[in-house]
């Protein structure tokens, strides 16, 4: 299957402070890509959608201003987290689909997000 | 909008049985499921999907089942060995893909 990346695979910051997130597909053109956020021992939740070149759609009770996401080119899409606070960690995973139409998305390995 | 749940949180069973993990969804209108596999730290890894327009779909050792008039699927694990130790969610997908909540397996030496 194809491959999508994420980078980092984890990180600790400081309450306040922001912290990006970068979702790539290595091998094929991802037109949309997805955001979701994971708890220990839960789901995961979708945070939003972005299709390449447009504004991401977000999923009801997610700050559009706190989470903010780019999706400038068919390869990269970030993720970032504003005026970070402890209750932010959580584990952030992306997914990358290809042409509209095709079923099957791909998952990156996800980011462990701690903030202190 | 589309809810997908498990009914089981977790399930134990013994090395080389047969698993079978179950999974409830709401919208009839839903017309492809996806089994994802999601190990300790790791993304979710897609195992077999389904359209609507089938009952049953096999793979290498796991086979799918989709029953539409109760709105179910389930994935079947044979000769489950200790690798397949993860959670496992059933996802409806739509112009999303929505996840259940999961179900542990549990694998007994």
């Known amino acids: 299957g194809a491959v999508v990346s994420q980078h980092p695979s984890w990180v600790i910051c400081k309450s306040g402070t922001s912290v990006k997130i970068e979702c790539r597909s290595l091998d094929f053109q991802a037109t949309t890509m997805f955001w979701y956020r994971q708890f220990p021992k839960q789901s995961l939740m979708l945070m939003a959608t972005s299709n390449e070149g447009s504004k991401a759609t977000y999923e009801q009770g997610v700050e559009k201003d706190k989470f903010l996401i780019n999706h400038a080119s068919l390869t990269l899409s970030t993720l970032t987290v504003t005026s970070a606070h402890p209750e932010d960690s959580s584990f952030y995973i992306c997914?990358?689909?290809?042409?509209?139409?095709?079923?099957?998305?791909?998952f990156g390995q996800g980011t462990r997000l701690t903030v202190v | 909008g589309e809810s997908v749940g498990l009914h089981l949180p977790t399930l134990s069973v013994q090395e080389g049985d047969n698993s079978i993990i179950n999974c409830a969804y709401s919208n009839s209108a839903s017309d492809y499921f996806i089994w994802y596999k999601q190990e300790s730290g790791k993304g979710p890894q897609f195992i077999i999907d389904i359209r609507s327009n089938m009952d049953k779909r096999q793979g290498q050792r796991v086979t799918v089942l989709l029953n539409k008039t109760v709105k179910h699927l389930s994935l079947q694990i044979a000769a489950t060995q200790p690798g397949d130790s993860a959670v496992y969610f059933c996802a409806a997908r739509d112009d999303k893909i929505i996840f259940g909540k999961g179900t542990r397996l549990h694998i007994l030496p």
């Open positions: 997914s990358a689909r290809g042409q509209s139409g095709e079923s099957e998305a791909f």
